[in-house]
């Protein structure tokens, strides 16, 4: 029941915050921000919001900090929108989405560059050994047969 709640306020943290930051603030710093993700503490009283930024580092750190320094606007506008007892204090957080996805981009890409290599290497290889190594039935002559009919005869009249 209380991951319930935690979730629906800190969704609606998170709608309110997009919204005001759509809105836009008077700080020239801030730059293209996306709210990502809000936790929040399970007693209500601390919410921890993931943005991203499109841009460069310096950008990114301009952001950072005209959200630090609007934080007390943005939580007296989520106390006004929130019907809980106490506003919650919020802490921003840059969250590294974009960086893990091209990281792992990258992963995959190399993957398909090596399976292309094994594929090709795979193309021109020889058997090591015979081409087809598994045992098979001893195909026998004419004359090996009578040999084993022979052998098999006495040995079943020596059991006798």
Do not use: C
Not at 37 to 59: C, W
Not at 117 to 123: E, K, M
């Amino acid at each position: 029941m209380a991951g319930e709640r935690q979730a629906r306020v800190a969704d609606r943290i998170r709608v309110v915050l997009a919204e005001r930051l759509e809105k836009g603030l008077r700080d020239p710093r801030l730059g293209f921000v996306t709210i990502t993700d809000v936790k929040v503490t399970g007693d209500l009283q601390h919410a921890s919001v993931f943005y991203t930024v499109m841009g460069d580092e310096a950008l990114r750190a301009d952001t950072a900090a005209a959200l630090k320094s609007a934080t007390g606007m943005l939580r007296s506008e989520v106390g006004k929108h929130l019907n809980t007892r106490l506003t919650p204090s919020l802490e921003f957080f840059l969250d590294a989405i974009p960086e893990n996805a091209d990281h792992i981009a990258a992963l995959l890409r190399e993957a398909r560059e090596r399976d292309a290599a094994v594929a090709g290497l795979a193309s021109t290889a020889t058997y090591a050994g015979d081409a087809d190594p598994y045992v098979k039935p001893r195909e026998f002559d004419e004359d090996e047969v009578d040999e084993a009919e022979e052998e098999a005869a006495a040995d079943e009249d020596d059991k006798a």
